[in-house]
């Protein structure tokens, strides 16, 4: 089991990781570089909030869900 903080930094990590490469493709196809910051920062904003968005959809499913069993004393 990680903690939060762990998890929180891997996250921040990987969407820096990809906003680069977005970032990169994006120069390397236009050849302008204003539009790649653009892309790659409007698409990371973009991702940011359809990844909470299917996450908090999924918190309305029950499916896959394991209920850990109570202990009574």
């Known amino acids: 089991m990680e903690t939060h903080l762990r998890s929180v930094v891997k996250?921040?990590?990987w969407r820096v990781i990809a906003t680069l490469v977005t970032t990169i493709v994006v120069w390397f196809i236009s050849g302008e570089a204003a539009m790649a910051l653009f892309a790659?920062?409007?698409d990371s904003l973009v991702k940011i909030?359809?990844?909470w968005a299917h996450e908090r959809g999924w918190q309305h499913i029950q499916w896959g869900r394991h209920i850990p069993p109570t202990s009574s004393p």
Do not use: K, Y
Request: proline residues 0%; neutral net charge.
């Open 49 to 51: 909030g359809l990844f």
């Open 40 to 42: 790659g920062f409007s």
């Open 11 to 13: 996250g921040l990590s």
